[in-house]
């Protein structure tokens, strides 16, 4: 069966941190570019960052740049999603999606093979 459990999600004060994770099984892990996307209440998903199967490609949406970073741990199967300095219009679902190829836009979730149940993330002001 195939999963991806994200973790980490939860209340925090504007200019914190929170870390999630993005737990796969059931595939190859290794051979899925993993993106984190978001969702806030009456706002279209939108995608925040993805990750290659190596490393080697990383994107971010421009409103997150500098204040978060993915890394992927192929050996545990798992992405994580590293997030500092929030704001409150960081507050939202979060997601994370497995996708064996992108092509050349990692925003679009019909590219998505796999998707996680989502996890919130609220941040006061």
């Known amino acids: 069966e195939v999963q991806l459990v994200e973790s980490g999600g939860g209340l925090v004060q504007a200019g914190g941190s929170l870390r999630l994770s993005c737990a796969a099984s059931?595939?190859?892990?290794?051979?899925?570019?993993i993106g984190w996307f978001r969702q806030a209440p009456g706002k279209e998903r939108e995608g925040v960052s993805y990750?290659?199967?190596?490393?080697?490609?990383?994107y971010y949406t421009e409103s997150v740049k500098g204040r978060f970073t993915i890394s992927r741990d192929n050996a545990k199967s798992t992405v994580y999603l590293q997030m500092n300095s929030l704001k409150p219009e960081d507050t939202a679902v979060y997601y994370c999606?497995?996708?064996?190829?992108?092509?050349?836009?990692?925003?679009?979730?019909?590219?998505?093979?796999?998707w996680g149940q989502g996890t919130q993330v609220t941040v006061s002001s």
């Open positions: 999606a497995a996708a064996f190829t992108t092509g050349n836009n990692w925003r679009n979730s019909y590219r998505y093979n796999y």
């Open positions: 990750i290659s199967t190596s490393d080697d490609t990383i």
């Open positions: 059931g595939f190859r892990f290794d051979d899925y570019g």
